[in-house]
């Protein structure tokens, strides 16, 4: 009787739920319940809130009872980080609810969505749960830079939204601004994911190209170097009829005054964000040197986590990843073969005592 049940509930399903891909996030369910394992898998920052959030947060849940803004004070703060006015940004529960609302703006079912492969998969999941279809080409085998030519060529009059992140991820690598321009000119909406740029302020966002095509929006998050995962905390940047069209797409009140007030504290202190900058760039230094020293030869990182391929060892990615978990009792992100190729794994610097841990495991499992 039961299993009737749920074959009719799911009839009744739109079509396109049941095959849409999943973004699958039980890993994290493991992470919390095992909080001596090093959870270097998510590409999270690994240092806490500074008191000045945590008294933010305090002071603004008393007035937890009333419904939030669209904080104005807070938009024109980060509008001027980027050169633009309140009126280009709207705020977002993290990335992933840009992510979602950039979907249902632009996609219905039969449409397609241009990305690499691979990517982060959420997006992947999110378009599917529009009814959209995938269109993923490949990175260049070599270098894993994105196929420009091979993208533009899987263009056609179905192609309603595309993305870049900008540095990629897994690889962590940035593209080339004459590459970007092809993408702008198509004319199609393009979504610029600059999620980890912040590890590398001396890049420039591409905040400017919105003024020239006012089809393209960045996205960014404070769940990276502003370490705000668990509070949720995004915004997108996009010319002002845009900015309307995803400020009616998230829900109304979607911000909760704890992330605003969170975002707001770690704005006004910006040495706390330089620190954690400093302290995850100083780690991918000493990753990238021990991995090289056991003839490894990780990707050049620009964001908070790094693709290492080690399929010279011979070992695939699951021996790895368990090795990581058993010997090491370490978090490691698997990544599935690209051409082909098995042996890929991604690393997110942790706890210094993480970290250790980590740079031990390389010597040992890599150095024999
Ligand atoms: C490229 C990219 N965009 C967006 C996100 C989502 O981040 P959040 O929803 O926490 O802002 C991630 C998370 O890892 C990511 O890698």
Redesign the pocket.
Known sequence: MADQTTKQIQDLFVPWLLSAPEYNTSILDKAWAQPDYGRMM??ENPVPPSDKVVNAITEIVKKGNRYPDSMLRLRTKLGALHGVGPENIALAN????T?DAMMRIFLQPGDEFLLSNPT?E?FLSRAGLCGAKNVQIDLLKDGLQYDVEGMLAAVNEKTKLMLI?NPN?PTGIFIDDADLIRFCELGIPLCV?E??LDYHPQVASKVDLIKTYPHVFL?H?F?KAFGL?GI?F?YVVAVPELVEAFTKMYLPWNMSLMAMAAAEAILDDPDEVKGKVKYNNDWMDTFTKELKAVGLNPYPAHGNYMLIDASVTGKTTGEIVKAGYDQEKLFLKSIKPIHGKDGYFRVTPGTVEESERFVRFVRSYFGK
């Open positions: 998510l590409n993290g990335s992933s609810e992510i982060f959420m992140i991820n994911d999620a980890y996205s998050t769940s995962a949720r995004g």
